[in-house]
């Protein structure tokens, strides 16, 4: 089973775009080290896609080179965080309606190839500097939800998770900076998504 990994940064995490087998040192590597051991007889084939800085317009404008082409048979999809931040440290100001018919036309092409499409939420953790766009994340958020769970075939939450966790437990376990996770945070990105995942495998 093929499954490509699909997003910003987080996705992302320093993987080393000439290597194929490359999966970073995030939640994607986690997730393999986890994911591998417990189908020990399956062939699983995790690649990882992620492009730093990306938002969602990037993913629908590479989804056909960078997903489609490989003929997957589940893609595993985190994106959106960098819309908002975007609106708040460049001349990018986020439209939420183009956002929705970015987004929809993403996931529908998937879907019209028969890739299983698993999406992950994207999260905001309050560090300070970033408190100021929670208000247009939670806007960009009920677009992302609307849809994803509309088209995809798993939706996987976590806003909400880590905003629970973080009353009780300091935000910088998970994030130092609100956005990319630590160790930690990635391992509950990992721990999260496998069980959509299982769901799928072949």
Known sequence: MRIVFFGDSITDCERDRNDINSLGN????????????IYPD????????GVSGNEI???LARVDEDVIALKPDAVVIMIGINNTIHDFTSDKKLDLKQLESDL???LKKLKKEGIVVIFLEPFLLPAPDK???????????????????????EFVAYDEMFTGLTITIPYTEYS?????????????????AIKAIRKHLL
């Open 176 to 192: 130092l900076d609100g956005v990319h996770p630590t160790h930690r945070g990635s391992r509950l990105i990992a721990d999260q």
């Open 104 to 106: 929809k036309e993403l």
């Open 26 to 37: 995030g939640y994607v590597k986690i997730l393999a080290d986890k994911l591998r051991p």
């Open 57 to 59: 317009s990037d993913l």
């Open 131 to 153: 408190l100021r766009m929670r208000k247009l994340f939670n806007e960009e958020l009920a677009v992302i939800n609307k849809v994803g769970l509309k088209y995809a075939d």
């Open 42 to 49: 399956t062939d699983i084939e995790l690649i990882n896609k």
